[in-house]
């Protein structure tokens, strides 16, 4: 084999390489079409095992008073094990908020149903982006970022969320730091340079919430 021929090859594979990575879900990816529980008789799967209505009530839901999500996971949809896909939808009563979280397993991929949103997310280097979206428009958070949407205006707000893993996972900030977590207040305080009596008005706070 000549150098030349040698240096293709090797191009080729640094291209290649990339698209085999994102070509599935490392985390969920089969070698079957589908998988079922291990309790369940594969002769007994019908369509009725694909087929998921929990969302029809989040779809019909009118001008909730807060945020509110309902979501279809593995976690309620078994027949996303291994698909790498899940659906959330979300409504926003006018002020409210989806606040301050991550996905560390996925992606998300939000497209305005009704209404109005304010969104954003920070990146890893610590730039921010924020979009103003109507109804219609489409918004990825990339995997991992912290982000929010928000409903700024008086009327109700209602979104679907795409996700590429079936159980993406969630880290809400707020409630991860200041609510149910336990971290020392010692530690918050040094962590965003301020003092105990703050770091304990935010937990007050949130556990005086729903």
Same mark, same amino acid.
């Given at each position: 084999m000549t150098t030349s021929s040698s240096l293709v090859l090797v191009l080729l594979a640094l291209w290649a390489a990339p698209l085999t990575v994102v070509a599935g879900d490392p985390d969920q990816d089969i070698v079957t079409d589908y998988i079922i529980p291990a309790t369940t008789n594969a002769v007994n799967i019908t369509g009725a095992f694909f087929t998921y209505s929990g969302l029809r009530g989040a779809l019909a839901l009118q001008a909730p008073e807060n945020f509110t999500v309902a979501k279809a996971s593995m976690a309620e949809f078994p027949a996303l094990n291994g698909q790498s896909v899940s659906y959330a939808v979300l409504s926003y009563g006018p002020g409210s908020i989806n606040? $301050? @979280? $991550? @996905?560390?397993?996925? %992606?998300?991929?939000?497209?305005?149903?009704d209404g109005a949103l304010s969104v954003g997310f920070v990146d890893t280097a610590g730039k921010l982006f924020t979009q103003d979206l109507a109804a219609g428009d489409l918004f990825v958070f990339p995997k991992g970022t912290v982000h929010w949407q928000y409903n700024s205006g008086t009327q109700p707000a209602k979104a679907l969320s795409a996700f590429g893993s079936a159980a993406a996972g969630l880290v809400s900030l707020p409630g991860a730091l200041f609510g149910a977590s336990d971290i020392d207040d010692v530690v918050l305080a040094k962590s965003f340079k301020t003092d105990?009596? $703050?770091?304990? +008005?935010? +937990?007050?706070?949130?556990? %005086? +919430?729903?």
């Open positions: 606040p $301050t @979280h $991550t @996905h560390p397993r996925a %992606s998300e991929l939000l497209l305005v149903l105990v009596a $703050t770091i304990q +008005k935010l +937990k007050a706070g949130l556990a %005086s +919430k729903p």
